[in-house]
């Protein structure tokens, strides 16, 4: 069926190029500017009563089915210390009436907005679990604290292992405190009962809703290695709702695939990125190199402040991870490599050199997720090798409270250099890297332009010359995030022969004042010019 949508502001993000009406057609857009008077019969006419419409909001990288099973664990991000996690876990051990071996999991919480800046150790569990075996990921999703039992279902009680891609911390008596780091996370998660397919796909149906109430059209999520299910699991979830056309956005499927084992299981598929439909296909290849800044596990060039020797953690070594980059690449596979810390960043961008220089290729859009701890030679390199920069605009939020106790002055005002990596000719997108930021994209553009906590601080924003200017906000999580799945023909613009996914703003965005951005409410979300969200009926 044709439809016209007139009596709109419409930002086609082709410039400063603006229409009033856009006409769709099987899902895509066929034409711009057409008056609703006069059309024949047949066509459709939706009024948009002079709001403002973008490009449908694209995320290139956040972890729903993590997001997804989280709002069925503890929801430990709101707490601000020991006595409002222990409140948060009691009331949900009431709420599922836990029996006595059931495990308990939780989520989000961050020390540094505790009213006592200390982590939590195994003993605080203990405290707040019944016996039951228990384990809370920090916000950061790169630590995590477990208590006694859980230690010991996992076997790293009492002999404690030494391990090169993580870190069980032991206090004074050589005892684990509970805190795990990196890889030491999983010796604790893999005992934790899996789920199975069928419950991938009703976290996928209860929970797409909230992806499309913020205006996201499509999202590149990182859901293989999710502790709770096999990536063959969450595949054939996605496979079967795209199959059945229960899917109501567009999701590309990141393959984390952390080690030969599990590369060559997917690979014997015969998948590659790009492979399958509008609504699921096979994105990058992901892996996972450094930690996160706030849990100081981000590999760094030099020490952290006050740590002498502590440069956080590498999980590969050089030749590991490209050993994995290569076979990856050599089949077909996009690379989206983590890097955080500076140190992290050189390896990762030493491979891909080296994969350049080896195999060279038409158009690899090699991939840098995060991008946080730069330095202006990293940037130049990035440039050099076209290498894309995913960035999270959200990180600052929490990061700007602690980069420099962290990291020094010195090298905080390199990071976060979203402005400077544009005009070195950087390509950027936007993402959330949900659950450990919300993955609205009006917060990230909020935070892009400027600069400010969602409390809307500091005033004039802080490292303030790295603002951008708000269509270069809205570019990273339009254009900018479609050009990173090879989509910029077909996503971020409204245009002909573009995909008809838009979202309708209740404010003009381009009058509203900078710090109003992340108030503003998505009206309506469409996607293939089907009304998919609709705020006055969905909440």
Not at 9 to 26: A, F, K, L, R, Y
Request: contains cysteine; charged residues 25%; proline residues 4%.
């Amino acid at each position: 069926m044709r439809k016209l949508f007139y009596n709109g502001v419409i930002h086609t993000m082709n410039g400063d190029e603006t229409t009033p009406s856009v006409t769709v057609e099987d899902g895509v857009v066929v034409a711009l500017g057409e008056s609703p008077e006069g059309q024949p019969d047949g066509v459709g006419l939706e009024d948009l009563r002079g709001m403002t419409v973008l490009p449908g909001f694209h995320d290139s990288h956040m972890h729903f089915l993590n997001y997804a099973i989280d709002k069925e664990k503890v929801e430990l991000s709101h707490c601000r210390g020991l006595e409002d996690m222990a409140r948060a876990t009691r009331e949900y051990i009431e709420e599922r009436e836990l029996g006595e071996g059931d495990w308990i999991q939780g989520g989000g919480w961050n020390e540094n907005n505790f009213r006592e800046a200390a982590a939590p150790n195994r003993q605080d569990l203990d405290a707040m679990s019944g016996g039951r075996p228990m384990i809370f990921t920090r916000a950061c999703c790169s630590v995590a604290v477990a208590n006694t039992a859980a230690l010991r279902a996992a076997g790293i009680f009492e002999a404690p292992p030494q391990l090169d891609d993580g870190r069980i911390a032991l206090d004074e008596n050589g005892v684990p405190t509970g805190l795990l780091e990196e890889r030491a996370r999983f010796l604790v998660y893999d005992k934790i009962p899996k789920i199975g397919k069928n419950a991938v796909k009703r976290l996928i149906l209860d929970y797409q809703k909230d992806l499309l109430k913020a205006g996201l059209t499509t999202v590149q999520t990182d859901d293989f290695k999710l502790w709770d299910a096999g990536f063959r699991d969450v595949m054939d979830a996605y496979s079967e709702l795209d199959a059945a056309g229960q899917l109501k956005l567009r999701f590309i499927l990141q393959a984390r695939l952390v080690d030969e084992g599990s590369l060559d299981d997917f690979l014997r598929m015969g998948l590659k990125t790009g492979d399958g439909g509008d609504y699921y296909k096979i994105g990058a290849y992901k892996l996972l190199p450094d930690g996160s800044l706030g849990g100081k596990t981000a590999a760094l060039r030099e020490s952290y402040i006050g740590e002498p020797g502590n440069r956080g953690i590498l999980t590969y070594a050089r030749s590991e991870l490209y050993s994995l980059l290569e076979k990856a690449h050599l089949a077909g596979m996009q690379l989206a490599t983590h890097a955080i810390g500076d140190r992290a960043m050189d390896m990762v961008l030493d491979c891909y050199e080296e994969l350049a220089r080896k195999h060279p290729s038409d158009d690899p859009r090699f991939r840098v997720i995060h991008c946080q701890i730069t330095t202006e030679d990293i940037m130049d390199r990035f440039r050099a090798l076209g290498a894309l920069a995913d960035i999270q605009p959200m990180f600052i939020h929490a990061d700007m409270r602690v980069c420099e106790a962290l990291i020094g002055e010195g090298r905080t005002k390199w990071s976060y250099n979203w402005k400077t990596l544009l005009e070195k000719g950087v390509r950027v997108s936007g993402s959330s890297d949900a659950p450990v930021e919300p993955f609205d994209p009006l917060y990230g553009i909020y935070a892009a332009v400027t600069r400010k906590d969602m409390g809307g601080h500091p005033d004039g924003g802080w490292l303030p010359e790295q603002k951008l200017s708000l269509r270069e906000a809205i570019e990273l999580y339009t254009g900018g995030a479609a050009y990173t799945s090879y989509e910029e023909g077909r996503k971020g613009r409204l245009s002909p022969g573009y995909l008809a996914d838009f979202v309708v703003l209740g404010e003009d965005i381009f009058s509203a004042p900078e710090d109003h951005i992340k108030d503003i409410r998505v009206a309506r979300t469409y996607v293939g010019g089907s009304l998919a969200h609709d705020a006055d009926i969905d909440g």
